[in-house]
């Protein structure tokens, strides 16, 4: 996230930056991974739209997450839509086509080349 955090100070004044909370990736009621566990995230697949909500809050408090979140409808048409699962950088112009779209996370998450086509659009 820190690097995240940078390309928001810097280009937020010509860039809206969001987070979109999606699915939950790795529930304890689902596809658990040793990490999470080992780090005490311990968050069951959220049934409702208040409880995605809550786990998104939850997340962006322990994470000190600085860019506005949005959470995807329990239907997740957002992360339909992009291919966001587990999670990936896009870059969207004002006439809402993707410039850029990062490879998917965790090992194609890379706010370096998301900054690249940030110059490249804004200059």
Request: with cysteine.
């Amino acid at each position: 996230m820190e690097l995240l955090h940078k390309l928001y100070e810097s280009w937020s004044s010509k860039v809206d930056f969001l987070v979109v909370y999606i699915k939950e990736a790795h529930p304890e009621d689902g596809w658990v991974v040793s990490m999470n566990r080992d780090e005490n995230i311990l968050i069951e697949d959220p049934k409702t739209k208040e409880d995605r909500i809550g786990v998104a809050e939850s997340c962006a408090i322990n994470l000190t997450i600085k860019i506005p979140v949005l959470v995807d409808e329990m239907d997740d048409r957002i992360a339909s839509a992009y291919g966001a699962l587990p999670d990936r950088l896009y870059l969207i112009n004002q006439k809402g086509e993707i410039e850029f779209q990062g490879e998917p996370g965790p090992w194609g998450f890379d706010p370096n080349r998301l900054e690249l086509a940030i110059k490249k659009l804004v200059g």
